[in-house]
């Protein structure tokens, strides 16, 4: 038989019912209160922001020239390589001119044929004139002697006339530069056979530079004369500030953009001809607020600032959800989110949230 657990209990009820009664529990102590988070802040002001679109870019020079042959034959020299400063007349390959030179001299001597017999007739001529004045001749020995004169003349001077355009014919066969400039690409080589058709090289004057820009079609009613370009290395290093100054009244069928065209002046050893470089065409500027790069955090897809918020004299860290533009220097644009006046949080931001006591410093 099991003992009875009822004097236990009775015995529970009268210590707590005596004059030592049971206490109630003290209430717990309350959370102690979080320190506010020193941070610096800063307030932010608008700038003069750009609205900008990067493009690939091409530099060419004005004065460009293709050089192909006017005559046909072999390579036999070629005397400059691609990218060397050449002078204006400078021979830069010779074409074979054998076949030429023979035909030069073969007309000269034709040439001095028809001279001498232009002369002999000169003089019969001449002494048939003073023979008919003196009657002693005949009107037909005097017109026979003018008419051969005449015929002899002319055909000296034709031959002298084919003789000039072999000799210019022969020029073609050196090929020279047609200004000072940079020789391009030789895709030929010595002993090669070319023709009117065959690329030899190009001369590129380095100087009167343009850039040629394709802008996207869709931004044809933006475009205009005399908007700001600003020539950038692949770096982004700024070449060259500069404005558009030529529009193509046509869209590129192939690369569906309109070209656009602006002067570049920089010194020959920074840009060259042909040379792709990165062209800002800048649409428009407009006031717009500002923050350090440093105050920027980031939560997916989404960029946000913490600015300081005062409620019953206390300041909290408050995140706002911000839209950004372009980069300037070490500060980004904010284009929605954050308006002039307000304070931003600019140090610390990796150990806040949302509604975090703070303590500005400046």
């Given at each position: 038989m099991r003992p009875s657990r009822i004097p236990l209990l009775s015995l529970s009820l009268l210590l707590c019912l005596g004059p030592t009664a049971c206490k109630k529990s003290a209430p717990a102590a309350a959370a102690p209160?979080?320190?506010?988070?020193?941070?610096?802040?800063?307030?932010?002001?608008?700038?003069?922001?750009?609205?900008?679109?990067?493009?690939?870019?091409?530099?060419?020079?004005?004065?460009?020239?293709?050089?192909?042959?006017?005559?046909?034959?072999?390579?036999?020299?070629?005397?400059?390589?691609?990218?060397?400063?050449?002078?204006?007349?400078?021979?830069?390959?010779?074409?074979?001119?054998?076949?030429?030179?023979?035909?030069?001299?073969?007309?000269?001597?034709?040439?001095?044929?028809?001279?001498?017999?232009?002369?002999?007739?000169?003089?019969?001529?001449?002494?048939?004139?003073?023979?008919?004045?003196?009657?002693?001749?005949?009107?037909d020995a005097y017109q026979q002697a003018e008419q051969a004169n005449a015929n002899s003349k002319a055909d000296y001077a034709a031959a002298e006339a084919l003789l000039e355009s072999d000799k210019k014919q022969l020029g073609y066969y050196s090929i020279r530069a047609p200004f000072t400039g940079i020789?391009?690409?030789?895709?030929?080589?010595?002993?090669?056979?070319?023709?009117?058709?065959?690329?030899?090289?190009?001369?590129?004057?380095?100087?009167?530079?343009?850039?040629?820009?394709?802008?996207?079609?869709?931004?044809?009613?933006?475009?205009?004369?005399?908007?700001?370009?600003?020539?950038?290395?692949?770096?982004?290093?700024?070449i060259e500030k500069t404005s558009i100054d030529f529009i193509s009244p046509q869209v590129d069928n192939s690369l569906q953009g309109i070209l656009v065209k602006a002067r570049v002046h920089s010194n020959k050893a920074v840009i060259r001809n042909?040379?792709?470089?990165?062209?800002?065409?800048i649409w428009s500027t407009a006031p717009l607020p500002v923050v350090p790069v440093l105050a920027v955090s980031r939560l997916g897809d989404q960029a946000f600032v913490y600015t300081v918020q005062s409620m019953g004299g206390h300041?909290?860290?408050?995140?706002?959800?911000?839209?950004?533009?372009?980069?300037?220097?070490?500060?980004y644009a904010v284009t929605d989110g954050l308006h002039a006046g307000e304070k931003v949080i600019i140090s610390g931001t990796q150990f806040l949230v949302d509604h975090m006591p703070v303590k500005p410093l400046g």
């Open positions: 209160a979080l320190h506010a988070l020193p941070v610096k802040t800063l307030t932010v002001v608008s700038q003069p922001v750009p609205r900008s679109d990067e493009y690939v870019a091409t530099i060419k020079s004005r004065r460009s020239a293709t050089l192909n042959p006017q005559v046909s034959g072999n390579l036999t020299e070629i005397q400059v390589h691609s990218g060397q400063l050449v002078k204006a007349g400078q021979l830069l390959m010779q074409i074979d001119p054998s076949k030429q030179e023979a035909t030069v001299q073969s007309q000269a001597a034709t040439v001095q044929q028809k001279l001498a017999l232009y002369k002999y007739d000169k003089t019969e001529f001449e002494r048939q004139t003073k023979l008919y004045a003196a009657q002693v001749s005949s009107l020789v391009g690409d030789i895709p030929v080589h010595v002993g090669d056979y070319v023709s009117s058709s065959t690329m030899l090289t190009t001369v590129d004057e380095n100087k009167d530079l343009e850039a040629y820009i394709y802008v996207p079609a869709e931004m044809a009613s933006q475009i205009r004369m005399g908007l700001p370009v600003e020539i950038l290395d692949n770096n982004e290093n700024l042909a040379q792709l470089v990165k062209a800002r065409v300041d909290f860290a408050h995140q706002v959800a911000v839209k950004l533009g372009d980069t300037i220097g070490n500060e």
